[in-house]
């Protein structure tokens, strides 16, 4: 290997390279912000909420729109949140309305002097399977503890996971048959680094409803974030046998087994998480970088590296990258 940037000696110091991002906290405006070209020096940033209350975990076609001049389109990240930027004062109009799942949605922000934050609330289309799954489940839940859950939506929502946590406890001892609220209780540990916490909330879920697939990868993060690699795999791939693969899931196992050295077992892992998620698994690129250097497969390297550092112009070692790529290049 002729980098010294990628070189990885260890399951260890690969660690360290993949959960850099993971452990960051995100900023009020997201990495892929969408820069307008509109000339002015503010920004209209926000969060798109699912019906559960919670912030979309799939990517959502967000379009601004302004008298004048054309559109521009945004996508949300992977935490839901989506930011156009480079506005001047206007008038504005924010919009999700090509989701075939949900009711379109519009709304008008007014920009002066100062920029604007806003949360865009979805609704289902009544013949979607979101209607029938997650509302279903909030709708078995009594009054007072749905409120709770929506409540928690919120404190995650302004950043604040221990009021999340204990609005979650509310609604589960309202309502202890509440799966989808210990799910969302397994996250918020997990995020807060009480993997014990987290695992304990997760169990309870998988009890109460035992082919509940998000609950069950969701261990398996629990582990990874913990280093154990070899429990993560057994539970994110007893996750695989639940329901068809999803993104999160070959993305989670392809880390979890480059971790543990298998480069050649996580690379289609992280091929087709990436096929799947699109840009919403985006250091999926950053570790076949390191697994096609490792190979000395600098063509596919600089490729990853290239598409990586698109979707990430803001990771802490950026230079470094870029220096890379220049380097990969000059090899062509």
């Known amino acids: 290997m002729r980098s010294y940037v990628y070189r990885i000696l260890s399951p260890f110091l690969l660690l360290l390279?993949?959960?850099?991002?993971?452990?960051?906290?995100?900023?009020?405006?997201?990495?892929?912000?969408?820069?307008t070209g509109f000339g002015g020096g503010l920004a209209i940033d926000g969060t798109v909420l699912g019906p559960s209350g919670r912030p979309v975990e799939i990517r959502v076609r967000v379009r601004l729109s302004s008298i004048g001049s054309s559109d521009r389109i945004t996508y949300t990240n992977e935490t839901g949140n989506f930011a156009f930027i480079g506005l001047p004062d206007g008038r504005y109009v924010v919009a999700?309305?090509?989701?075939?799942?949900?009711?379109?949605?519009?709304?008008?922000?007014?920009?002066?002097?100062?920029?604007?934050r806003l949360?865009?609330?979805l609704r289902a289309k009544p013949s979607t399977e979101m209607t029938g799954v997650v509302n279903a489940e909030l709708a078995a839940?009594?009054?007072?503890?749905?409120?709770?859950?929506?409540?928690?939506?919120?404190?995650i929502r302004e950043r604040d996971r221990r009021g999340a946590v204990e609005a979650l406890k509310a609604a589960i001892e309202i309502y202890p048959e509440f799966a989808l609220?210990?799910?969302?209780?397994g996250i918020q540990h997990i995020i807060l680094r009480e993997y014990d916490n987290a695992l304990d909330a997760l169990a309870a879920a998988l009890k109460i409803k035992p082919d509940y697939y998000d609950a069950q990868l969701n261990i398996g993060v629990a582990y990874f974030r913990q280093k154990k690699f070899a429990e993560a795999e057994t539970a994110i791939r007893a996750a695989g046998k639940m329901k068809e693969a999803t993104a999160a899931y070959h993305?989670?196992?392809?880390?979890?087994?480059?971790?543990?050295?298998?480069?050649?077992?996580?690379?289609?892992?992280l091929a087709t998480a990436i096929k799947q998620g699109g840009d919403s698994v985006k250091e999926a690129h950053r570790i076949l970088s390191i697994i096609y250097s490792s190979r000395g497969d600098e063509k596919r390297c600089l490729k990853e590296l290239e598409a990586y550092v698109?979707?990430?112009?803001?990771?802490?070692?950026?230079?470094?990258l870029k220096e890379r790529i220049a380097q990969l290049r000059k090899q062509e």
């Open 119 to 121: 949360v865009v609330r």
């Open 251 to 269: 993305y989670h196992l392809g880390m979890t087994l480059a971790n543990l050295g298998r480069f050649d077992e996580a690379e289609p892992e």
């Open 181 to 185: 609220a210990y799910n969302e209780l």
């Open 96 to 116: 999700v309305d090509k989701e075939k799942d949900f009711e379109p949605v519009s709304y008008t922000v007014d920009l002066l002097r100062s920029s604007y």
């Open 310 to 320: 698109k979707l990430t112009p803001h990771a802490p070692d950026i230079d470094k």
């Open 141 to 155: 839940a009594p009054d007072a503890a749905r409120n709770h859950f929506l409540r928690a939506g919120e404190l």
């Open 17 to 35: 390279a993949i959960t850099a991002a993971a452990d960051a906290q995100i900023s009020t405006i997201p990495q892929s912000a969408s820069q």
